[in-house]
């Protein structure tokens, strides 16, 4: 084999080298490989905030507003003091599986249980609403401090209407009380939301990922 063909065969591989490193069609390939893994990424983020943040306001209701709490926090902490009111604050969602008695103490329990039920819930959907929005780090925790202010006030708006003797204003009362309790206990949920993972669902997203990444 001559000198000159040589060269020639060794300028073609370069080429073609050059080609595979320089193709903007490979890089563009690896950017859409990227950006699908974020955004699936942010997906399974926003997911675990809605979960976190909804089992957060669940464990807040169940565990403060059952009966048995409810009655231990009212029989100790009766005095005129910032910490009685702030303890007495966690109490707000009340809640009972108690229906005996008249027809107007049974509507004031389904109330109560229609209170803390849409409390839940209320979070739930507000925070699956900002699901593709959710921002990071303080804004997060705003946000999801905000969640549980919201859904408190329009729980209590809307069970107020199932309470006997039922007012309008009664209800705007019922509502302001909710804002009350979402604005001091509902920095737990911000806190949670901001910070809060799901193993579960990034492990799916970790799995999707490869799979795109070695198509």
């Given at each position: 084999m001559s000198a000159h063909h040589r060269r020639r065969q060794q300028d073609g591989v370069g080429l073609t080298a050059r080609r595979a490193t320089t193709d903007?069609?490979?890089g563009l390939d690896t950017?859409?490989?990227?950006s699908e893994a974020a955004?699936?990424?942010?997906?399974?983020?926003t997911r675990s905030r809605s979960f976190t943040g909804t089992v957060t306001a669940a464990v807040l209701v169940a565990a403060f507003g059952n009966p048995w709490v409810s009655d231990w926090i009212a029989n100790q902490f009766k005095g005129d003091n910032v910490l009685?009111?702030?303890?007495?604050?966690?109490?707000w969602p009340?809640?009972?599986v108690d229906f005996a008695g008249t027809a107007a103490e049974l509507r004031g329990v389904?109330?109560?249980d229609v209170r803390a039920i849409l409390t839940v819930?209320?979070?739930y959907v507000l925070l699956v609403s900002f699901r593709k929005t959710f921002p990071e780090g303080f804004a997060g925790f705003i946000l999801g401090w905000a969640t549980l202010i919201f859904a408190a006030a329009i729980a209590g708006l809307a069970a107020a209407f199932v309470a006997p003797d039922a007012t309008i204003q009664g209800a705007l009362n019922a509502a302001a009380l909710g804002a009350v309790y979402g604005l001091f206990a509902g920095w737990l949920i911000g806190f949670i939301t901001s910070v809060g993972r799901n193993i579960?669902?990034?492990g799916k997203t970790s799995e999707r990922s490869k799979e795109s990444a070695a198509a």
């Open positions: 903007p069609r490979q950017r859409m490989i990227w955004q699936s990424y942010r997906v399974a983020m009685s009111w702030l303890v007495h604050q966690l109490t009340s809640w009972s389904i109330a109560s819930v209320l979070v579960p669902f990034i």
